[in-house]
Nanobody
């Protein structure tokens, strides 16, 4: 088990950038790490994932080319750099960690979650 705390959310104009951070209570080098988001009235959806050891990255089509996931294992921190933000990116963003991976982007496989950070993009 690991405790996760997100930060870096806020209000930004369309076209702007934000960098989210997710700091863990312990080492994250043995975890697959991911970002999910939940917009008002919608289900939580996958945004990006970074696989441990290989550091292979996966992105939702809606954010590909605009968002970048990265990790600093020495700081026990996961990042999400978000550029060219759009109003439809408005959501609460959650980070998640899990030591195993079933090969999918399903949120059900993640058992360690942060409390979320609000991102609001104005038009």
């Amino acid at each position: 088990q690991v405790q996760l705390v997100e930060s870096g959310g806020g209000l930004v104009q369309a076209g702007g950038s934000l960098r989210l951070s997710c700091t863990a209570s312990g080492r994250i080098d043995n975890y697959n790490m991911a970002w999910f988001r939940q917009a008002p009235g919608k289900e939580r959806e996958f945004v990006a994932m970074m696989i441990k050891i290989s550091n292979t990255k996966y992105y939702a089509d809606s954010v590909k080319g605009r968002f970048t996931i990265s990790r600093d294992n020495a700081k026990n921190t996961l990042y999400l750099q978000m550029n060219s933000l759009r109003p439809e990116d408005t959501a609460v963003y959650f980070c998640a960690a899990e030591s195993t991976w079933d090969g999918s982007y399903r949120q059900e496989q993640f058992h360690n979650w942060g409390q979320g950070t609000q991102v609001t993009v104005s038009s």
